[in-house]
Structures are given as C-alpha cells and as structure tokens.
C-alpha cells in the first residue's frame, strides 16, 4: 500500500470516527439535567416574566429541542430537515449559543484560528526546544550538560503555567516592553489581517508560546533522553561504531530514528490537550482561544456552542493522530501497512 492509498485510508476511518464521536458528543451534553431554555423558563417563571416564556419556546421550536433526543442528533448533524430545511453542521450550520445570543460560527469564528495559532507556534516550540536538547543530554550523559538539562525540564515540569505566565507577564513587560494580555492590539480586532496586524499578533504570541510549550517540552526532552540512552547500550550501535561509522552519524541515522518512534506518536495526542490544558492560562493570560469559552458554554449548558468546540477538539485529535500514524510509516520501516502475513 503507498502511502498516498494509506493516507486516504486514514482519511475514510477519521470520518467514520468522527461521526461515532459526534454521536458521544450530543449525548454526553444531554446527560446532565435539564437545557439552557429549560432553565431560562425556570428563572423566568419564578420572576413573573411571562413575556419572555414566549421567546424562549420560539427558540426550542426553532432549534428543534421539542423534539425527541434522536431526531435532535439527526437534525443538528444536517441528516434530517428541522423547520429551516436541511441545516446543520454538514451544511456548514453550526448552530446558535442561547448564552451569547449569537450564531456559534460568529463566536468561535476568530477564536478557532486563534487557537490554531497558538497551539501551532506551541508545538513548534515543544519540538525546537525537545528536540536539541534530549539529544544532547543523551549524547552527553552523564556531564554536565545531561545535568543542566534535566534541571531546565524538571522546573518546566514543576512550575504552574499560570504562575509562569504572571511572573514573564511582569517580567517581560518591565525588561522587554512585551504586551500584556490578549493576542493582539484592541485597535486591530475585528480587521483584516494585515502586516502590522501580523506583527501583533507575532509579538503578543512570545509570552504565550512559552508559557503553553514549556511543561510540554520539558516532558518530550526527557522521554527523548530515556529513549535514547536505550537504543546507545544495544548491541547494533558497538557494531555500527567497530566498523568505523563517525559517532554523530550514527547517532542520528540510527538510534535517533529508533528514538524518535515514541516522539511523533505523541503529536496525536499534543493538539487536543494543548487546548483543554490550555484553559487556565487563556483565562490568566486573557487570550481569545475557545477554551474559555468551552468552560462558559459547558458551565451554563449552552449545547450548540459546546457541542461545536468538542467536536472541534475531537477533529485536531484525529488529524494529529493521522500525521503521527503517517510520520511513523515513513520514518521507520519496520512499520507496515497492513497486518503481518500468516
């Protein structure tokens, strides 16, 4: 199988995938009890706000929650028309949020590639500072570079994000000048992006990607240490190095790949827990992400717009997961395709 047909493969099982999530997705919100409109009535009716019962029964009968659980799933989906015809998330209909009373596209729209970009300088990030240095402590160890990094990535893994984010937030604008909070300048929210724009956002990005990728590398650098250090004491890295191969190139032809196994399958699960673990520091740091919006949405039951952003989660995960899967065939070719021949 080449790897084009296997990717495309991989493409088919992450829709199947997806569509098995979206199905966990609307029942796991529906489990508490109760709705958003449901409450709304509530609070309502108990304040003698009669008028209001109306607007909010529009919105159930309008958004199909007066229907059964299963015609729901179907209609929000798009498999089934609901009083608007054929709207839902197959036909790029993300639903409404009953708590910002505005479309879920119009909330999320910025905050999704906000996120995107976050997370994906955080990873860069991860991989620059992971990469070099757990090679070195592993090429080194037992020196005191091998000490100074284990050092450096113990007081990543020890220190809170968001006590780090208060500590370069001070910091960093009393030193360097850097701004605090948000992911650009006010004057440039809700306008295209430009190059002065652009370099906002890059140097509102420092602080942020720092903050995010630090804990993360500083566990990559050790797993890629630990890793190494197994494949150096094998047997077939004496035989490379009896026959003359230069040390450096043996390192990184064949421990290094070897190593490096454990290191992309990690990129499927890197994605979506940047976003959830990510939650904190956004609120601390004032980003305009979706986590804190997820947190908002789940706190106050607003199903749509939840809904959306659990499915966008679960759709970095299989991306991430489908690069991994495809990185590790064409890095290692003890890795096939299919299953083993009987």
Do not use: C
């Not at 020196?143 to 450096?152: E, K, P, R």
């Not at 701004?179 to 430009?194: A, K, N, R, S, W």
């Not at 966008?312 to 690069?323: H, S």
């Amino acid at each position: 199988m080449s790897t084009l047909r296997y990717a495309l493969y991989r493409m088919m099982t992450m829709v199947l995938t997806l569509l098995v999530v979206s199905v966990l997705v609307f029942i796991i919100i529906n489990l508490p009890p109760g709705d958003y409109l449901s409450n709304q009535i509530n609070e309502l009716q108990a304040t003698g706000q009669s008028s209001g019962v109306a607007k909010v029964e529009f919105l159930r009968h309008e958004y199909s929650l007066d229907q059964p659980q299963w015609k729901q799933y179907m209609i929000w989906v798009g498999f089934l028309p609901g009083p608007n015809g054929f709207s839902g998330l197959l036909q790029g209909d993300w639903g409404w949020s009953f708590e910002f009373e505005r479309p879920v596209a119009d909330i999320v729209g910025d905050s999704l590639w906000l996120t995107v970009v976050v997370n994906l300088a955080a990873v860069l990030f991860i991989y620059a500072v992971a990469l070099p240095l757990g090679i070195l402590a592993a090429a080194k160890s037992r020196t005191w570079i091998d000490y100074t990094a284990a050092l450096v990535a113990y007081l990543g893994l020890a220190t809170p994000n968001f006590l780090l984010a208060l500590i370069l937030f001070y910091y960093g604008h009393k030193h360097f000048g850097l701004p605090i909070g948000g992911l650009m300048d006010p004057v440039f929210e809700q306008q295209p992006l430009t190059w002065d724009k652009l370099q906002s956002i890059l140097v509102h990005l420092i602080v942020p990607t720092f903050v995010i990728g630090t804990s993360g590398a500083s566990a990559m650098t050790q797993r890629l240490r630990a890793n190494m250090l197994d494949e150096l004491g094998k047997p077939y890295v004496e035989t490379a190095i009896a026959k003359g191969l230069s040390e450096r190139r043996m390192l990184l032809k064949y421990p290094l790949r070897v190593a490096f196994n454990p290191f992309v399958a990690d990129i499927g699960n890197l994605l979506p827990s940047m976003v959830s673990g990510s939650v904190l520091v956004s609120v601390v740091l004032g980003l305009q992400t979706i986590g804190p919006t997820l947190l908002t949405a789940l706190k106050t039951q607003d199903q749509f717009l939840s809904a959306f952003i659990l499915m966008f989660v679960a759709l970095l995960t299989l991306i991430g997961t489908m690069i991994s899967d495809i990185l590790l065939v064409m890095l290692d070719p003890r890795i096939r395709y299919e299953g083993r021949e009987t």
